[in-house]
């Protein structure tokens, strides 16, 4: 764990919950966008300016590999880092994890990624503006350094 | 029942349910929203058209009275009518009932109201216009008169 | 504002908002359970542990009246206190606000109040147990002291 | 398209957007719920049937490429069939669209799959139950002969 990666805690509601008992699946992706809007805010990206330049970060592809449930009243964390970057395209990596106070590690609970690219409010896809790309930019090196020396 | 109501249908999904095994409580103002569409649909009154006028028709309170619980893959009804209309505000009723193969009567789970103001894209409270006071006029007084000979 | 009141922060995600450009009215509701489930950890009730007793708290009866809207990004305030308690049932009134930096007063979102019964897992109406009426009394005198004098 | 893929239609409501103005990604999750719970209850699988019998499907993975985006409104189809299928695990695969009146085709809005495993209520890893691999092994057929002769 390094700076690359941010950490978001979120308590789980019943509402994000299933007859099941547990969180229902697509719940995770709302955890995601919290993780991932709490990263960009800590580099000076708040998404509400972005759009105010006109540009529109969607998701193009999301990918979720469920491991454990997490359940009513949990305290769960969201960890986030930028997975990869390039001019047109964002990736995101979670982990989604339970600590628990009697256990030595936490319990992975999801892996996965979203993909985002550029568009205009119209619709048409550009490249990310420097102002964007940048402090991503600045992140995934950060995230690279850290995997190279082994942390 | 009469022309005034408006029946739709609809299957409650895993997604709607909450750890405690039924249907989570805000997932009724969905259904509501449901047979509110469709009972404007009915009489020609298409969101997206409100919309493009530059009129929003948002929800300024609403009330819900929960009596028995949905449970996953329960088939249910949602019996919208309005229940009254002023210059300014039109209030929408709500009955959501599960019907069972074999009870004769329907089971009554969530009974209740929004109220609607409508607006401008800017914010600003303006009188309902005449192309959408008119036809939910005519269903209102559809109503009165089916109570007054108590159908 | 006094100890009989607890006040919780939430962030607007995207997942809150709808495409009138606000956040969807059904959303206050989570507000409120969040609100809700911080006001009874913070006196010792955990959901978790009423479940695990066989009872469950589910609404009866909720009520929103929308004052503003909020919007994408927004930290809004959840301001939860104990209405009125009887051996059946609690009503939570709740008060949504955002904080503006520029402003000298938040600004009224929300307000409303859920009403709750206390039920066995077989769905019988019960008394709400003595480990949980005790605590919410305790507030619920609070709340009337603080009226009485004032603050 | 043949008998092996079941075709849902579904209603874009507001609460399903968000306030970029289209559905929210998390939603189309919702979509396939109801397209693979449609499929299932069109061969005899009823969900709650299954869980009668003490297991539960959850969903182990998924994965979804959003083509572009559904509105307000917007009638939808879902697209559903059983990808793959082994004595552990069921692939359903979705195909969201919208057909549009003056459009000779429908528009692709989003790809992807969700893959189920079965495990006891305890959350033990089981074989798929001989009553539910059976219908969907029939399924999976259909759909091989289906891609063979080229339909």
Redesign the interface.
């Given at each position: 764990m390094n700076d690359a990666h941010h950490r978001t805690r979120c308590?789980v509601?019943?509402?994000d919950?299933?007859?099941?008992?547990?969180v229902?699946?697509?719940?995770y992706?709302?955890y995601c966008?919290?993780g991932r809007?709490e990263l960009m805010r800590g580099i000076g990206l708040?998404?509400?300016h972005i759009e105010e330049q006109g540009i529109?970060l969607?998701?193009?592809?999301?990918?979720?590999?469920?491991k454990a449930?997490a359940?009513?009243?949990d305290m769960i964390t969201v960890d986030t880092h930028v997975g990869s970057l390039t001019g047109f395209t964002c990736r995101f990596n979670y982990r989604i994890e339970r600590e628990q106070a009697d256990q030595p590690k936490p319990t992975l609970l999801v892996k996965g990624f979203?993909v985002h690219a550029a568009i205009t409010k119209a619709g048409r896809l550009i490249r990310i503006p420097e102002s964007i790309y940048t402090p991503l930019h600045r992140l995934c090196q950060a995230t690279d350094n850290s995997s190279q020396t082994g942390t």
């Open positions: 308590r509601i019943y509402a919950t299933d007859a099941g008992g547990v229902y699946h697509a719940t992706l709302r966008e919290i809007s708040v998404y509400q529109i969607p998701v193009t592809e999301c990918r979720l590999r469920f449930p359940r009513y009243d979203t």
